[in-house]
């Protein structure tokens, strides 16, 4: 009841949208998003994956949406970058940093000059902040996204 109270007080439809957008900037992505995975596993070391290669449809479901993808990031479309399971290799191959718009994302067969890869540990070379803002990904799932690049079949 406090809620309807509260707004209904709200008599200017240009206030409540103006708190709606400072609310929603406030907010970032979802900061309590347990997806992420810890930086360091319990012996303090950093996790690694060391499975068999990954491809492009493992990375994409098990770490690129359940980590990145979900309402408040992007799969809203934060960054100009929307992410969900509906998407092919061929377009990962062509998006481009909205920040460096001459970087494309991923490189094939090289994570380690994929801005992706470089966004996700937090690179001295990036724009912006780390992705994910709340910390960056545990060492194991940004290995998950390193070894589908890696494998990424080069002509």
Not at 42 to 47: D, F, M, R
Request: glycine share 10%; aromatic share 4%; hydrophobic share 35%.
């Amino acid at each position: 009841m406090r809620h309807i109270r509260i707004c209904s007080r709200i008599k200017n439809p240009a206030h409540l949208c103006a708190g709606i957008i400072a609310v929603a900037l406030l907010a970032g992505c979802d900061k309590t998003s347990s997806d992420s995975g810890a930086a360091d596993n319990e012996s303090g070391s950093a996790q690694t994956y060391d499975g068999p290669p990954l491809t492009f449809e493992e990375a994409l479901t098990e770490v690129l949406v359940p980590s990145c993808g979900f309402d408040s990031c992007h799969g809203s479309g934060a960054g100009y970058l929307r992410i969900n399971d509906t998407q092919t290799e061929e377009e990962w191959l062509e998006l481009k940093s909205s920040l460096l718009v001459t970087r494309n994302l991923v490189i094939p067969g090289s994570s380690s000059t994929s801005y992706l890869i470089k966004k996700m540990e937090g690179s001295s070379d990036i724009e912006g902040a780390v992705m994910p803002p709340s910390g960056k990904l545990n060492g194991r799932r940004i290995g998950m996204v390193r070894s589908w690049i890696d494998n990424i079949e080069t002509d």
